[in-house]
């Protein structure tokens, strides 16, 4: 099947939000998503985005049961390594269930790949689900390394109020 | 007479941003992985679009270090995105040296930064065996995603970047 990979635009966010609904919902997780579609337009597509994102796109004759031709798309932002400077972060990569197995994961990891390097990064980062293990052998086989096994990195987070009390610099003993 | 200062970095902070990256490395035991240059840091800190974020803490002259430095701790930090709840901040490296630890340096700075820049959360990697740090965030409330929720952190390095990318 024919696609193309591009650079995703302002007008493209009606899609990339309805794909990030999809997902959250096939994960049964929809209501974790707090973001709305202008949130998507502000943040990625301002003078000076959090975000930036790319498309997968099929022609016309390819189009989705429910008309969609806008298929997959990845989500990344340029992060930094203190040891080793500029790196890429890869935060959502999805393909419509009706459209996979035809390479266009892979080829939407190989287009951030370029635009990275393009950037001067030295590495790609992102994150799996341990139990996702399809997933994880893939990205092995493509000589990616597992950083949590390997240097026993937890990823940790703070937010809402205790990132607030954090903050304040509220006492906790 | 305060016992420290909290600013944004300078472009002239750069070797004590490097030297300190080493020191917090050399902690870790990893020393011999820091390749970034003070070139790279002045590039990708202070150009158009800068790659990271740096608070600097320093002391008054009287307070020096035994080495002469009055820049004794620094944070790195930068933006990212995380597409359901939006704005995150993302704290790269937290370090004070030995002889000024216990004064809060950077918490509230940078926890205060996360909360202006209107970020939903902030996101950091603790190594396992550091206990003291994890309890330290866990007391405010942090949550331990790779053990709570599974995940995994993977790296992809320049040259199977190469490879991806060709393909």
């Known amino acids: 099947m024919d696609y193309t990979i591009r650079v995703a635009t302002l007008e493209d966010c009606k899609d990339i939000y309805r794909m990030i609904m999809?997902?959250?919902?096939?994960?049964?997780?929809?209501?974790?998503?707090?973001?709305?579609?202008?949130?998507?337009?502000?943040?990625?597509?301002?003078?000076?985005?959090?975000?930036?994102?790319?498309?997968?796109?099929?022609?016309?004759?390819?189009?989705?049961?429910?008309?969609?031709?806008?298929?997959?798309?990845?989500?990344?932002?340029?992060?930094?390594?203190?040891?080793?400077?500029?790196?890429?972060?890869?935060?959502?990569?999805?393909?419509?269930?009706?459209?996979?197995?035809?390479?266009?994961?892979?080829?939407?990891?190989?287009?951030?790949?370029?635009?990275?390097?393009?950037?001067?990064?030295?590495?790609?980062?992102?994150?799996?689900?341990?139990?996702?293990?399809?997933?994880?052998?893939?990205?092995?086989?493509?000589?990616?390394?597992?950083?949590?096994?390997?240097?026993?990195?937890?990823?940790?987070?703070?937010?809402?109020?205790?990132?607030?009390?954090?903050?304040?610099?509220?006492?906790?003993? | 007479m305060a016992n420290f200062i909290l600013r944004k970095a300078e472009p002239r902070d750069v070797p004590d941003i490097l030297r300190l990256i080493k020191e917090l490395a050399k902690f870790e035991e990893m020393e011999e992985q820091v390749v970034l240059t003070e070139t790279e840091l002045l590039q990708d800190g202070f150009g158009e679009q800068p790659f990271y974020h740096c608070i600097m803490a320093e002391v008054p002259e009287d307070r020096r270090s035994s080495d002469g430095h009055t820049v004794v701790g620094f944070a790195m930090y930068y933006f990212t995105y995380d597409p359901w709840i939006g704005k995150m901040l993302y704290l790269e490296d937290f370090y004070v040296m030995k002889e000024y630890r216990g004064m809060a340096v950077h918490t509230q700075y940078i926890h205060s930064t996360a909360v202006k820049s209107r970020c939903s959360g902030m996101h950091f990697i603790v190594a396992e065996w550091n206990k003291p740090s994890i309890d330290f965030y866990k007391r405010r409330g942090a949550s331990d995603l790779s053990h709570e929720e599974g995940w995994r952190l993977f790296e992809i390095d320049k040259e199977y970047l190469l490879k991806m990318s060709a393909k």
């Open chain 1, 22 to 173: 999809e997902l959250a919902k096939h994960e049964k997780v929809s209501d974790q998503v707090k973001i709305a579609q202008r949130d998507l337009e502000q943040d990625g597509f301002s003078k000076n985005p959090f975000f930036q994102s790319i498309i997968a796109e099929v022609p016309e004759q390819h189009r989705s049961k429910d008309g969609h031709s806008k298929v997959g798309y990845a989500l990344y932002f340029f992060a930094y390594s203190s040891w080793k400077g500029r790196s890429v972060y890869m935060e959502d990569l999805y393909v419509m269930p009706e459209y996979r197995g035809k390479g266009i994961g892979k080829a939407l990891m190989s287009k951030i790949a370029q635009l990275g390097l393009a950037a001067g990064c030295n590495q790609l980062n992102f994150a799996v689900l341990n139990w996702n293990k399809e997933s994880m052998d893939f990205y092995l086989s493509q000589g990616c390394w597992d950083v949590t096994t390997g240097l026993d990195y937890h990823c940790m987070r703070c937010e809402g109020p205790a990132l607030e009390a954090l903050a304040r610099g509220d006492p906790k003993n």
